[in-house]
């Protein structure tokens, strides 16, 4: 308890409001937009946190709007309940680096497929347990053929769809008919 005449224990920061919180010493403008992107790369999509906004190839565009940064955003899909924390994610990011009001636009057309994931975010995917989309978007199977989903666990071609739906819309649930381990599945969207 702080006795009277005496300076409060509470650092400067704790009384603080949120949109204060930028240090008084950034200079936002003085960021590249690769530095951005990079910045981004940091931002976990918070279903899967294996990978980034960047990763998962749903961050568009990034680009300096006089003194404002603007962001372009596609959501993985109509409806998906992560879209607006993802973006506060990278509003909250970009605060965090000094820039006071990041522009944050959504960005519909075209629409996100999973042929945007990186390389590596597919890697990540895997290695996370999640088996990454195989092969595009080209919707092969409305033609009545069935991919081949590999085991993250153990690389086995040997499995079943469960479900349609797993953890998320955006997954399949699949088990291992070796190792016998379930797992989601990527779906090519």
Known sequence: MQKYGEPD???????LIA??????????????EDDIWNLLNEVKDPEVPAVSVVE????????????????????TYSGCPATELIEELIAEALRAAGIRDPQINQVLTPAWTTDWITPEGKEKLRVFGIAPPQGSSSKLSLLGQSEVIACPHCGSDHTEQVSEFGSTACKALYRCKDCLEPFDYFKCI
């Open 56 to 75: 998962l190839g749903i961050v568009r565009a990034v680009r300096w709007d006089g003194k404002t940064v603007s962001v372009d955003v596609t959501p």
């Open 9 to 15: 224990p509470r650092s400067a920061v704790d009384s």
């Open 19 to 32: 949109s204060d919180r930028v240090p008084a010493n950034a200079h936002p403008e003085l960021l590249t």
